[in-house]
């Protein structure tokens, strides 16, 4: 399996692995993340392994998972993002979370719009997704700002409503800085998208 690490001005977006659990760990049940991502839920380690175990199978499959996101400058992780494959019939979604140290310095923007361009032209999605809690208004307007459009209200697997909108492949023009790609590397070569920039 290739996977494929995405450089944006300020950030470095990695595949997570096993090895990242105790850091997905910290950063699922900061009080600021869990409070929308898993609706105020502690998540155990073996929820964390499960959903890692996901994203890995999801690269397999599809090219996509999820991200740890970092800070170019330092080794410090920022949040998390990726696609998933989620509900019936299948559709991908776009996940975000920022530590709150890291909110309001449009982080969330670069990070989500480098993962977004990647789903459409390195996985070639033909559309991606975005939810949110109705209380959870900075997910609503980092969505606004993605350009992505609004389609109406859903219910979630655990009962509770979210807010959906979506982007179709094309409907943006990227800029030549939204990100660069670059094979990770000590990882075994296999078939998948071209790395480029």
């Given at each position: ?52 175990n996901r994203s890995l199978a999801g690269f397999e499959l599809y090219g996509f998972g999820l991200f740890l996101i970092h800070g170019r400058d330092d080794e410090a ?121």
């Open positions: 399996m290739q996977l494929f690490q995405l450089e944006t001005d300020r950030l470095i977006l990695r595949p997570v692995r096993t090895l990242d659990a105790p850091q997905l760990l910290h950063l699922w049940n900061d009080p600021g993340v869990r409070r929308y991502l898993w609706d105020d839920r502690l998540i155990g380690i073996d929820e964390v392994q499960v959903q890692i992780v920022r949040g998390f993002c990726g696609l998933r494959i989620f509900g019936e019939p299948a559709e991908i979604e776009l996940l975000i979370a920022l530590y709150p140290q890291f909110w309001k310095q449009g982080l969330a923007q670069e990070a989500a719009r480098a993962i977004l361009r990647f789903g459409f032209e390195e996985c070639h999605l033909p559309a991606i997704l975005a939810g949110h809690g109705t209380p959870n208004s900075e997910s609503s307007r980092l969505i606004e700002r993605l350009g992505m459009k609004p389609f109406g209200q859903r219910t979630l697997a655990n009962g509770l409503a979210a807010e959906f909108a979506a982007l179709q492949a094309g409907e943006i023009a990227w800029g030549r800085e939204t990100y660069t790609l670059r094979k990770e590397s000590g990882l075994t070569p296999a078939s998948g998208p071209a790395a480029n920039s």
